[in-house]
């Protein structure tokens, strides 16, 4: 059986001066998909996922800016963080969605009525207990 998933992609700053401004940043994306799944989809937070500002070591800024467009693909919409327009990467981001035509929201109200009506064109397989391998019962 397959269920409708609604992806969500949390679109924010990250990087700051400080380790505590980067600390703020990460905690607003995570607040901001928890909204999203109280709304009822599946949020997509890049901060959470891979954060430029730890991975600068073995990845550069433009293979994470590269692995963020191609998560935010395959999402039904995005949802943008206060600040956005302070991020080169969030401005990538909403450029990148402008251009696939991925619906952009600013406000959880507007994101709200857009889930309340939007049939999501991801869908996910969903198995009987029974028929789950062994390791996850």
Same mark, same amino acid.
């Given at each position: $059986?397959?269920?409708?998933?609604?992806?969500?992609?949390? =679109?924010?700053? &990250? #990087?700051?001066?400080?380790?505590?401004?980067?600390?703020? #940043?990460? /905690?607003?994306?995570?607040?901001? *998909?928890? $909204?999203?799944?109280?709304?009822? %989809?599946?949020?997509?937070?890049?901060?959470? !996922?891979?954060?430029?500002?730890?991975? *600068? +070591?073995? $990845?550069?800024? %433009?293979?994470?800016?590269?692995? +963020?467009?191609?998560?935010?693909?395959? =999402? @039904?919409?995005?949802?943008?963080?206060?600040?956005?327009? !302070?991020?080169?990467?969030?401005? &990538?981001?909403? %450029?990148?969605? #402008?251009?696939?035509?991925?619906?952009?929201? @600013?406000?959880?109200? /507007? &994101?709200? #009525?857009?889930?309340?009506?939007?049939?999501?064109? !991801?869908?996910? +397989?969903?198995?009987?207990?029974? +028929?789950?391998?062994? %390791?996850?019962?």
């Amino acid at each position: $059986m397959k269920i409708p998933v609604k992806l969500i992609y949390v =679109c924010g700053p &990250l #990087n700051a001066p400080t380790q505590e401004g980067i600390n703020a #940043n990460t /905690e607003r994306a995570f607040e901001a *998909g928890r $909204m999203v799944w109280r709304l009822g %989809a599946m949020a997509i937070v890049p901060h959470l !996922n891979s954060p430029s500002h730890k991975f *600068g +070591d073995v $990845m550069p800024a %433009a293979s994470v800016y590269l692995a +963020d467009l191609e998560l935010m693909e395959r =999402c @039904d919409a995005i949802f943008r963080l206060t600040g956005w327009e !302070n991020s080169f990467g969030s401005k &990538l981001e909403t %450029a990148w969605a #402008n251009f696939r035509q991925i619906p952009i929201f @600013d406000k959880e109200e /507007e &994101l709200e #009525n857009y889930l309340s009506g939007y049939t999501a064109r !991801n869908t996910v +397989d969903v198995y009987p207990r029974h +028929d789950y391998p062994k %390791a996850i019962r």
